[in-house]
């Protein structure tokens, strides 16, 4: 089938002085940036061909909308209507979300680094308007999308991985030694997060705006760190957090002291909580030391490297993103109070993470591991032929 020859584009002044303008506009919508650049490489004579190279589109492309601005000038340039539904936003409405989009979260009082349109949904439901109207999407909780996602580590040194890791995974399935837990029993998922730093930028982050993304400075002063401890609840998503300078015992114990002596954990039957092995809650001596102040705990460690079993990792970060993302902070209290009211935010919404790692994959997971260090030992075996040098071998 023969190739149609491109058309022939001659431009007026006044046409090409329109056409570089809008090719040349940062605010105008993308596409119509596009076809003005083709346009004008159309009639400075490239082929089709060279246009397409050049403006990194296709072939057929170029010739659409060279050939609408050939029959029908800048105003086929414009997109046609389209079946479907009509667009619902008023210009009072796309006004509202952008408004509110272009203002840093803090400087509207919402704990957060930056927006997500699921926290735009919610700060508009919050303002009297419904997410459906502003076009959003409705706000769910923020970690609930964020089932772990689960990588084998490097080297399993825990003798005892199999059974320390399933031990766990019975936990986040209310179970416990072959049983299922009862309602008055609770699985608490705990750590740290360490050396979150109080960055003060030498000139203010610029909120996003027409044709912007938001702006953070790369020049900052250091204004010390602090830790973040938390503690989740795993089947009732709530969230216990404690900052503190460093962390230690002492840290550590005061976070369990606030879970513990608060209800339902102080007349539980049993609250198990799972740690990793990090120096804070470390060996024997931490699960004496924690049964020791309340009878009614009962620690579980993680395998040796495998932290990614433990649930309260998932909502860390999401406070990398959500909260300490882009970090931009004058001082060490500002740094606790927008983690201290992030949480009372998150635990207002927050529902189960939906945790899809089962014991029957774990054995899966092994499996596959043991297979592969099978297949690497097998590939190190001789083959029986000897690879001495001539000069080593015995003689005949």
Not at 40 to 67: F, K, Q
Not at 293 to 322: C, G, Y
Request: charged letters at 25%; hydrophobic letters at 35%.
């Amino acid at each position: 089938m023969p190739v149609p020859r491109a058309r022939q584009i001659a431009l007026a002044a006044s046409e090409r002085r329109r056409l570089k303008r809008l090719a040349h506009y940062r605010t105008a919508p993308f596409q119509q940036v596009v076809r003005a650049r083709l346009v004008l490489d159309a009639a400075h004579g490239y082929s089709n061909a060279r246009i397409a190279v050049r403006r990194h589109v296709h072939l057929d492309t170029v010739r659409t909308w060279r050939g609408r601005y050939a029959d029908q000038g800048l105003e086929g340039l414009k997109d046609r209507p389209r079946p479907g539904r009509p667009p619902r936003l008023t210009p009072l409405q796309q006004a509202t979300v952008k408004a509110l989009a272009c203002q840093l979260p803090a400087e509207t009082g919402v704990p957060l680094a930056r927006w997500s349109s699921s926290d735009l949904a919610t700060e508009a439901i919050t303002r009297g308007h419904r997410p459906g109207d502003l076009g959003l999407e409705r706000p769910t909780d923020p970690g609930r999308r964020h089932s772990q996602a689960v990588a084998a580590p490097v080297f399993i040194r825990d003798p005892d991985f199999q059974t320390k890791a399933a031990r766990i995974l019975d936990l986040y399935q209310r179970a416990w030694n072959g049983r299922p837990l009862g309602d008055e029993e609770y699985v608490i998922s705990s750590d740290e997060k360490t050396s979150i730093q109080a960055r003060c930028r030498c000139h203010p982050t610029l909120p996003p705006g027409a044709a912007r993304m938001m702006r953070l400075n790369h020049e900052y002063d250091r204004g010390g760190s602090l830790a973040y401890l938390a503690a989740y609840d795993v089947h009732r998503a709530t969230v216990f957090g404690h900052c503190a300078a460093k962390t230690g015992i002492v840290p550590f114990m005061t976070l369990v002291e606030k879970v513990m002596t608060s209800e339902p954990y102080t007349s539980a039957k049993r609250v198990y909580w799972v740690v990793d092995n990090g120096s804070s809650h470390r060996g024997k001596a931490a699960v004496d030391r924690l049964a020791r102040d309340f009878p009614n705990a009962v620690m579980v460690h993680t395998p040796v490297h495998a932290s990614w079993l433990n649930q309260v990792e998932i909502f860390f970060s999401i406070v990398q993103r959500k909260v300490v993302t882009p970090n931009d902070f004058t001082s060490l209290d500002q740094v606790e109070d927008r983690l201290t009211t992030f949480e009372r935010r998150y635990n207002e919404t927050a529902r189960p993470f939906k945790w899809k790692f089962t014991p029957a994959d774990l054995k899966d997971l092994l499996a596959r591991i043991e297979r592969h260090e099978q297949k690497e030992h097998h590939s190190q075996q001789p083959t029986g032929y000897d690879h001495q040098p001539a000069a080593l071998q015995p003689a005949a």
